[in-house]
């Protein structure tokens, strides 16, 4: 069985010759490839064996996507600031490849509460929320408060000092007094990413990644 | 709006004659209420003032629970060893009382990988799994690597030692390099319920938890 | 120099027979004594020596104040939770023992943002906030993002699990991305008091908290 | 309404064609800008756009100030080592650019207690303190039991070992015995320096640090 | 060769009967015992035992000391607050017991600087200092900025929150930019006295701990 | 006594002459010499004095070996994923090196337990295993509910955020439930080998690691 | 088949009479039984329903043992202290009830080398050696540089402040520079004596664990 | 009062052509300057301004010495390997330049304890012991174990993995449960130079440290 889209790999430390290597193999069996966390080096050696290849500096995702994939359903991507859209891009990115539709929601975080408060439209029919915040990382257990999906939250290592590399953060989401919020590691945008789909594909009557994946094959 | 299931209550550290007005009020208005945590002595002041209380000296809920709710979807609750049991078993009452059918499967921990392993058939068919396991908390990613819905581990404080009050198994949860496993905070059974029923909600149909309620209470 | 109002006795630790000792001696000198964190078996020996000592359960705190003290411009202590309203409690009447007049806006933690929205008038001509919250503990910024005047921030000890005894809340409040607030130790609604107190004090025209007190007993 | 002096950018981890946006954007429509953390880099493409831009290695501050404002009442920012001024630098630079006089203090720290001692003049008359240590950190201590007004502590990172990136330095403060402190993150300056602003224009008899800048603007 | 002195037993979780047996065994050979960390219960079977034994409720030091030996040099014992005090004494008495005079100067801790400063002379002709403090624990560096003779910073596991059960007066300690100080264990005032009767005698002349004692029998 | 393979070098942080003079004062004698965590630089400079030196670019391990050595018994050095072969290599090649004969089983771990049970034939007659994994580090544990001789378990820092350079993979292999497992420090592939190189010989008969070396020697 | 003497059974946190059961069940079956962590309480009801049950009020084992176990080879079990001594104790029990001989060396911590050097002939022999130690826990790095068989070592929980309830002889364990340890779980005795029994069967030629049993089993 | 000796000036971190000037400054005043933990380049630069200058690789020690200064009693400094010795020699070098006498014994750490037993003669006569190590850093209670004078225990951040920077050795060290043990911060071998001169000095009948100078001034 085809499954394609399962394919996510994760650049960091891989050598380039390997990747590329990766990247051809997968593409000449016609399978659609993204890779988390690639550098620039590595981009610039996998677009010059495979000139579709396309990357995002921001995000550090380099996909070779041939397939025109109908997405499903939707969820939303937010973030506490500006600082936390690598990760957050990575989520979207990662979940738009797997077949979702996102809304993007950036820079809403609890220091300027109101900008959240008058964006809760953009939450309306969500089957669930990624919510990417560092430092203090309040954002979570704010939109959990308001929302009724479950809220897939990403402490990132964004701060300084006691930040402790993203501690603070994951430690807030935690300890969420509010209701509805799980956990991912810390920078995990991929991670939020696949289950944010899992829970969109349920809200969407299909049953689970992979048969969907199946299924869907059929369909065409 | 009545919502009445919404009621639950976390007893620990709440005076005796403050809960138990807690449960009369609520009762009084017709209203089911489930308390987490409670201890046999609140359980009898409850008792003496409602006499339908339960109470389960394991994952010590105490609820009074008048109306008849029709369960739907399913879910499986998963420990690794017996020693997890009350913070499982907090999990699948939880979510009982919010409307969700649950399937037990207790002490299949990675340490006798065969008993999971020969029980897989569990899993079909459910919408999600909460994985509850202490010491090296290593059920949530061995079951991740074999299901395709959403796992919602939670880590406990069982163990000693290096397990750090349940950081052990917590920090094992969130760095699992299986796909589709969020965390909640260490014994939190009560967080992972509330996260199965809204995704249990989504995959029957249903939008959002407090919706879902409303059509419920029309249908009555 | 008189200054009374300055002895506040931290009673944790101490034997009973010399806090009694203490209480007495101060009494008989016409200082008004403030204890924190007195037990309920401190409380009656103390009472039994000065019967008009006063203890509040919750609070913990152990009052012998004769002096009918004139309370002086406004701060507002709120918290996230019931659960945090023992320390809360230690902070506003200390304040108020201080000379301080105090606003209470109790349980308007975010997971329910409305409550605090909706009561946004009670900050205004406050000179600062005391903000105490456990658990996550973002109440803190979320009231930073609200006010202009100095948040302190009060971290506390309630939770469980992955909250390390008030460690979680105390990072979040560290490393908050909202202007304008400050940290004291994990519990200490004592210290936040204090300068709060000083704050009020400058805010009022008044300079120094010991000056203040000269100045103030020169008046009677 | 204009406010002007509450744009404050955090320059670390921006990209620089993006910084020069913000600076240009900023100052066309006449607002002052200050920039935290930021880099030689940063400031020579600021500067090449916009010659007013004056930058200042040791606080890594990057201003462009146009506007002549008044300061009023006045602060004191003291460090326990030399190696402590950056943070501190970046206090005193916000402060002033907020419109606080400020009085610096440096070099200190316990070790020498008479250099300290023999420089008390100096916080006479001050609204608050923030004081500046790394390593042990108990110059904050120190100071509080020295003066009346509140004491903001800023940890910083310097040191080496045991001080784990600043932890040291924070803990010390946060445990501190002395009346009227309370804590920012580790090398936060700006932190302490907007703080220290509201509590400065609070004892000018100002309210509010918006409210503030509106009334002043009005007197333009 | 009968050395006696260094009989110090660590009371604390050795069961009462095999105690009893070790003080009855020591002191029928002419050997002075002391115990630290001695109960209540513990104490009152020895003293059954052993009519001599006198037990200090404060230090919890257990003693039977039949000998009675001179006393030579001198150190100083001085702690942060009134909290320390049971380790300082453990510390002062376990000197005392080695044959090393011990001035004790309580309560001088940074908060209230002015008590240390005009109590100097109370160093002068010390050989070295002890110094017990816990919560920021900043005595010590002060105390060596001052004096010229080693320091031995004892942190206590006083205070509460971010103390983390001694961490801050330790880090605080190890940290001190101050010249002169080592530090020993949380509460380790025993250990405390053993270095510093090391360089007691090392400052009176004496050579070693074992050497001394074997030359002052002869005396006798 | 020559006992040759007793030399392991560990390379890091050793200047490179110093470093080449080791080699051949080793290799003069006659003796063979492993070295680890060797940089190319290293590896370079090595060869250039000694042109038969062997440098692996993924373990790291730069080695001169001339005798040949009569490999014994069998262990198993598996791994998680690939990013921790580098670890294995080490472990693998040491082992080699001191005689043993290693089967090599990369990326099994948890996340695909079907790769690890259907090789479970590669354990057979196996004297111990060697389980390599960073991340969550469930491979030991799930290899030590499978195989019934020692389990080696060596924590990886592969891994990001939560995982804390590798203190989440030691927690786990240190709290496992599964029996037979002991643990060694985070990346150290070296002190496993040397471990599994002495049971491997009790397994074979030898007695200790250096006797059955001077047993060998006389052989020749 | 049966294999009876594997049944070591955790009694720690078990409710009693579910014990009792456990106990009753196995000895039904002609299987021996140990338990570990038996409180007296325990013991004294598996006592009235099994006579032969005999516990050690220092190792807290909890053991019914029939039949007349045959013990082959020979390990080591030593520690630093006598308060390490009840760990120690559940390793050699454990040890000996899976067929091991142990030979017993207590008390020859560091602090002492040369009651170790002294004794060194009782490793002679010895197929691994268990060391256990709390405080600094340099005892197992001082033994595997005096033996070449592998050491396991067992850090213990005893001590007091900075040892962070074993972490600090946990982490001295774990980082020995001496060849040969490797490391289990704090106080985890059992664990040790496990791996110690799986390294004695296969120095005395058996296989595996299970599989000696079963060969075992034939003989009789 | 001229004093020169103590004129250490920590490198680290400050900008070269201050270091220069500092050196300049104090050379022309007559006094003697050392400098650790210096940079080649920033050697190079003083040395360019002050040909005297000398610079020791390994120790990272600059110094600037032109009296000849007379050196009195005597310490040992020992470390537990090779790596240990750029810590090692920063004390050796320091305690030198404050004129103490320095006996080395390097790399005689416990994983090969018979070269410290073999090498017990070179702690005879000594005022005190530093020992210098990392890793497990067992060195300093071993050595403590076996001499009566006070062992000053620098841990070091050499190693790596749950080394955590020199944690380990740190806190195995604060737990010694030999006598005579006092601990500095990780890396501190200037710290421990400055203790164990005055311990020195008392040792040969000075008095302090300053007071010592005074006098050996007045004898030139
Ligand atoms: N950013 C990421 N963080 C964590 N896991 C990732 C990430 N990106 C990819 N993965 C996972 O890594 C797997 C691929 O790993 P690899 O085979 O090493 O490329 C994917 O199937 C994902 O499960
Ligand atoms: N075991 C639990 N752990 C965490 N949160 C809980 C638990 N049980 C109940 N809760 C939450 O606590 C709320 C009730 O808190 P309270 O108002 O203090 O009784 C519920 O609505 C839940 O959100
Ligand atoms: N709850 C508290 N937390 C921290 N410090 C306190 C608290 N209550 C009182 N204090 C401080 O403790 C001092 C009295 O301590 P004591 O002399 O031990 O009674 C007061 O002057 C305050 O500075
Ligand atoms: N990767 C490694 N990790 C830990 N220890 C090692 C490693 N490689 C070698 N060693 C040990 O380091 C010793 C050599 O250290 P050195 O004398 O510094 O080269 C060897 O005998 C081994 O005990
Ligand atoms: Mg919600
Ligand atoms: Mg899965
Ligand atoms: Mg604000
Ligand atoms: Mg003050
Ligand atoms: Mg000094
Ligand atoms: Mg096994
Ligand atoms: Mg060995
Ligand atoms: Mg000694």
């Not at 690639?38 to 550090?60: F, L, N, T």
Request: charged fraction near 20%.
């Amino acid at each position: 069985v085809r499954q394609g889209f399962e394919e996510v790999v994760y650049c960091q430390g891989k050598a380039t010759p390997h990747l590329v290597k990766i990247y051809q193999t997968l593409t000449a069996e016609g399978i659609d490839v993204l890779g988390t966390r690639a550098s620039r080096e590595q981009y610039e050696a996998v677009k010059e064996a495979i000139p579709e290849a396309v990357w995002d500096e921001v995000s550090r995702v380099l996909k070779v996507e041939k397939r025109d994939r109908k997405r499903i359903g939707r969820i939303v991507v937010c973030t506490g600031g500006t600082a936390d859209v690598p990760v957050a891009e990575e989520a979207a990115q990662v979940a738009e490849f797997f077949g979702t539709k996102v809304t993007r929601l950036y820079d809403v975080g609890v220091a300027g509460i109101h900008r959240l408060l008058s964006n809760m439209k953009a939450f309306q029919g969500a089957s669930c929320v990624i919510a990417v915040a560092g430092m203090e990382g309040a954002l979570a257990g704010v939109v959990a408060g308001l929302v009724d999906v479950p809220v897939i939250a990403v402490p990132t290592s964004v701060g300084y000092g006691a930040n402790f590399g993203g501690l603070s953060a994951l430690l807030t989401m935690l300890n969420s007094c509010a209701n509805g919020i799980t956990t991912v590691n810390i920078d995990n945008g991929y991670g939020a990413a696949y289950v944010a789909t899992q829970i969109n594909r349920l809200a969407c009557g299909g049953r689970h990644l992979s048969e969907e994946v199946v299924e869907e094959e059929k369909d065409e």
